[in-house]
Antibody, heavy 127, light 107 residues
Framework: EVQLVQSGAEVKKPGESLKISCKGS????????IGWVRQMPGKGLEWMGF????????RYSPSFQGQVTISADKSISTAYLQWSSLEASDTAMYYC????????????????????WGQGTTVIVSS | DIQMTQSPSSLSASVGDRVTITCRAS??????LNWYQQKPGKAPKLLMN???TLQSGVPSRFSGSVSGTDFTLTISSLQPEDFASYYC?????????FGQGTKVEIK
């Protein structure tokens, strides 16, 4: 079975660091992008960026560039999303997802959509 | 960034109704448009990619169409399990962007 399994819920204080994970199984991890999507409480979906574990090519939405870091360890089929200094506004559900497509220097295209999703990781940042 | 304007933001419908949700892109995205269904407390689920290609296991009452930069998701006969939120998403230009969502509620 193809699946993405995310790490558990986190409760942190402002200014703390955090790294959440997403482990893929049932498919060749290095052949698909792993992306991250934020959903703030009661709100819609926001694409944050993705990584191609095969060559570590990483793309960010400008809205999240510099705010988070996306990485992957292909030896253990796991992608990560990390913050160096959390803010209360980072409180949200974070989903990882799998997708395919191709990239040029400046753009990435995907007709296939995000076909597999993790179960989500709740991050609460509160003093 | 490409803006995806989805309408309506919510609707109330009865079982058996035909439901239409529209998503308009701020510029051409070819057919690089995907639709997702999300139920409360659950991860989104890909319903359709490339504007009109149903994912395996998705009922045939769901269909998609495109006219220029306007995309439509249609549910031909709403079923109880279809009450959920629906999102469109463009995969043509990064950053990929989602519509704001449509919540389909029971009338």
């Amino acid at each position: 079975e193809v699946q993405l399994v995310q790490s558990g819920a986190e409760v942190k204080k402002p200014g703390e660091s955090l790294k959440i994970s997403c482990k893929g199984s049932g498919y060749t991890f290095t052949n698909y992008w792993i992306g991250w999507v934020r959903q703030m409480p009661g709100k819609g979906l926001e694409w944050m960026g993705f990584i191609y574990p095969g060559d570590s090519d990483t793309r960010y939405s400008p809205s999240f560039q510099g705010q988070v870091t996306i990485s992957a360890d292909k030896s253990i089929s796991t992608a990560y999303l990390q913050w160096s200094s959390l803010e209360a506004s980072d409180t949200a559900m974070y989903y990882c997802s799998r997708s395919t497509g191709y990239c040029t220097t400046g753009n990435c295209y995907s007709r296939d959509g995000m076909d597999v999703w993790g179960q989500g990781t709740t991050v609460i940042v509160s003093s | 960034d490409i803006q995806m304007t989805q309408s309506p933001s919510s609707l109330s419908a009865s079982v058996g109704d035909r439901v239409t949700i529209t998503c308009r892109a701020s510029q051409s995205i070819s057919s690089y448009l995907n639709w997702y269904q999300q139920k409360p407390g659950k991860a989104p689920k890909l319903l359709m990619n490339d504007a009109s290609t149903l994912q395996s296991g998705v009922p045939s009452r769901f269909s998609g169409s495109v006219s220029g930069t306007d995309f439509t998701l249609t549910i031909s006969s709403l079923q109880p399990e279809d009450f959920a939120s629906y999102y469109c998403q463009q995969g043509y230009i990064t950053p990929w962007t989602f519509g704001q969502g449509t919540k389909v509620e029971i009338k």
